[in-house]
């Protein structure tokens, strides 16, 4: 017959060298792989709060060919008037040549910064100098980006750059 220590012992289990050892291991794993993953999740974030100006500009270039003429998109404290000077916004308004409110755009993730107090929206082939405009976010450890329209009026996502890092200290 078995004595209750031997009965104890043949049974198994995870003694405390072995405990241990897999909190040491989980531990550097969570070291080495949670600031990789907080930065990729500020990058997939950045990249959904530039979609939404992106989509805007992307929406008045179009509505632009389709008139045939120029439209303006300008920023907005009230969303009825543009503002007088260069300032970041988080309303838009796009606006024809006789300066009569089109549309009004909101952007929920953020502001835009942009260089002058207005920027227009050619109709093609017409063609204009092209513009940077700084999307305000609260994303410091990544580098700023922002819209970037060529001369014809076609968006792109910029990554930094001297004309968005112009821009920086319109952003709140």
Known sequence: MKSAYHQ???QGGANLLEMLAVVAILSLMQGIFLPGYQQWMDAQ????????????IEVSRHQAALRG???????SADGVECLTQPAASQQLLLLDPQSQLERTF??????????AQ???????PERRLGVSL?????????????VVMSATG??????????LQALENQCF
């Open 154 to 163: 076609r968006p792109r996502l910029g990554e930094a750059s001297p004309s």
């Open 45 to 56: 974030q950045q990249a959904a709060s530039l979609n939404r100006p992106y989509s805007i």
């Open 8 to 10: 104890s012992a043949q």
């Open 118 to 124: 207005e920027v227009w929206l050619p109709a093609p």
């Open 69 to 75: 003429e120029a439209l303006r998109l300008c920023p």
């Open 106 to 115: 909101f952007i929920s993730s953020g502001a835009i910064a942009f260089p």
């Open 134 to 146: 700084r999307v305000c976010t609260r994303f410091d450890r990544l580098p700023s980006r922002g």
